[in-house]
């Protein structure tokens, strides 16, 4: 008798991508359509769209089942669209991905080889980064702090494009930009069979970056700080 297939979730935060989700949702349907060996659902959360973008994924989502649409009432962040996501589905693993088209849907292959090898998280480091040299010198210095604090050596702790086993992440008590820490509260939980692999970082060609460089600059300590000290309060424990 053949094992049950894992069911892998892609989640897909979006705010006003309409133009890119035109070329993403098709690229990652043929991808998903070579991997036999996994089940997945494809999860877009529209977070406060005012563009064409949730019309096209509805019109979309008719000629698949395996396409769901999720809705916040205004922009409200990933950190909320990713709650909104855990409050109404289950599965094993989930892939989060960004709308931009930064992140090559190719890599969802190796991603799934992780997974049929039951590694508890995997995350990707950005190469040939499109970012500015504030941004690749803050994340440098983010990830180095990070490997201080969770005496965990890994090359990257900020990945656009990364996949979590669903039982090291509560839903409960996930506020602010609580999402950029999935891999440290993953970590804090018992994950220990880890990786990260390396992928092309390609320039966005739609819209606008939704980076604000003097908030990153001013108030990504404070906010890490925040959530280290709530971390260890034991708030994320499952």
Request: hydrophobic share 40%.
């Amino acid at each position: 008798m053949n094992k049950p297939r894992k069911l892998i979730d892609i989640v897909i935060p979006f705010n006003n991508e309409y133009l890119n989700l035109q070329i993403l949702l098709p690229k990652v349907l043929k991808i998903i359509k070579k991997i036999k060996y996994l089940r997945f659902r494809i999860i877009l959360i529209n977070d406060g769209s005012t563009d064409e973008g949730p019309k096209y994924v509805i019109r979309f989502k008719k000629k698949y089942k395996n396409i769901f649409i999720l809705n916040n009432d205004k922009n409200k962040g990933q950190t909320v669209s990713y709650k909104n996501y855990f409050n109404k589905f289950k599965s094993q693993y989930f892939i989060r991905m960004d709308a931009d088209n930064q992140d090559d849907p190719i890599n969802l292959i190796k991603i799934s080889n992780y997974i049929l090898k039951d590694y508890d998280f995997v995350l990707t480091e950005r190469k040939l980064r499109k970012h500015s040299t504030y941004m690749i010198l803050l994340t440098f210095l983010y990830n180095k702090l990070i490997a201080l604090l969770v005496r965990k050596k890994l090359n990257n702790y900020s990945s656009s494009l990364a996949c979590f086993k669903r039982k090291y992440i509560p839903k409960r008590n996930l506020k602010y930009n609580d999402h950029r820490y999935f891999p440290i509260i993953s970590l804090d939980n018992g994950a220990k069979k880890v990786t990260v692999f390396s992928v092309i970082h390609k320039k966005r060609i739609h819209g606008i970056t939704k980076y604000n460089m003097f908030k990153k600059i001013f108030f990504a300590l404070p906010e890490f700080l925040f959530f280290y000290y709530r971390l260890k309060m034991g708030i994320f424990k499952r």
